[in-house]
């Protein structure tokens, strides 16, 4: 049996919390952690329909790319879909979890998805998340410090790009006097001691801080820990917004959009730039990516691939670059299926399923939907 607790540390082992933008609200949003759980539901958006279909289906977790609850609730009075939504998984004991801008900026996460759909090839994070490291330090003895490195690493401290078990040591003297009921590793009660020690320094990520510190203080041998936490605006690489990556051959524009038509099924794509032009960089942002534009084109990309973007975002678009809007729910769909992975891996006999109903709620007036 797994309860939804544990099914939710695990999940944020995974896609951690930290990663999520300032604005959102990734993470659990209903549901009793002790709650066991076997069958999940996936779906971009949780509507009311979709908590109904939960519940005649038999899954007790939906787990949902939006957030069910992105604004605040003052009440819950019937009067918004997030509040019936609310109220309806209460009722049936339907837990709900979200995990949006959280696996957005995870690695592999929907960018990259969108950008394998596409058959990029070297994909890379387009813009790599700032303030998610710290450096931890701390003071050891020299007869400890082997082991305190390796508790670090062990809990997930010192990666830095493709390298692990990354340290920086200095040795010095450390010196202490231990006051009346100390019990000092070395030296004596009441008299100075010095002591050869080394400074250990590792890079910490901020979703394995916690973590870490308790594993350096479970292997340090002193009685008091002396320890730095220090915050670091450095690039996090590996998690991050939006990808970019080449194809496999060069495409005009045109046919490029063509292949975008395909992936999505969308009647029209609305873009901007020439059709005619050859793109071989491509960069995406699953969602609402607009933001993205100027920074894949000092990246070198030749189309940019996002949604909901506006007028003034084409219009101010570098020159020379594609930009194709392919809508939010339309750039985001194909993460469930990565999600549906993930899960049946890890727990095989959870019953599985992908939500029968459309939440996008944009529809195209005229076309024929299975053009």
Known sequence: MVTLGE????????????????????????GDP???????????????????EAVSSGCNLVLSHHPLIFRPLKHIVYGSNS????????????????AHTSFDNSAGGVSHILAEKLGLQKIRVLEPLRGRLFKLVTFVPESHAVKVRDALFSAGAGHIGNYDRCSFNVHG?????AGDGAEPFAGSVGAEHTEPE?????????????GCVRAMLAAHPYEEVAWDLIPLDN??????????????????????????????GLPVIRYSGDPARTVSSVAVCGGAG???????????????????????AFTEAPAGLLVADIGHYESEKFSLETLFNLIQK?????????SGITTNPINYYGYDKTD
Not at 290 to 312: E, M, P, Q, V, W
Not at 346 to 354: G, M
């Open 198 to 210: 080394v400074r250990i320094e590792v890079i910490v990520p901020l979703h394995l801080k916690g």
């Open 290 to 312: 607009s933001a993205l534009i100027n920074a894949a084109a000092r990246a070198g990309a030749d189309a940019f691939i996002t949604g909901d973007i506006k007028y003034h």
């Open 83 to 98: 509040e019936v939504c609310v109220a309806a998984a209460l009722k049936n004991g339907v837990a709900v979890y979200s």
């Open 235 to 264: 690039e996090y690489h590996g998690p991050g917004a939006g990808a970019i990556g080449a194809l496999p051959q060069p495409l005009a524009g045109a046919a490029l959009l063509k292949v975008l038509k395909e992936l999505t």
């Open 173 to 177: 003297d450390g010196t202490f006097c």
């Open 34 to 52: 002790s709650a066991v759980i076997s069958s999940v539901l996936l779906t971009v958006d949780v509507t009311p329909e979709v908590i109904e």
């Open 346 to 354: 890890k727990f095989p006999n959870f019953a599985l399923r992908f």
């Open 7 to 30: 099914f939710v540390r695990w999940l944020e082992e995974q896609i951690p919390l930290s990663y999520q933008e300032d604005y959102d609200n990734s993470g659990l949003q209903v």
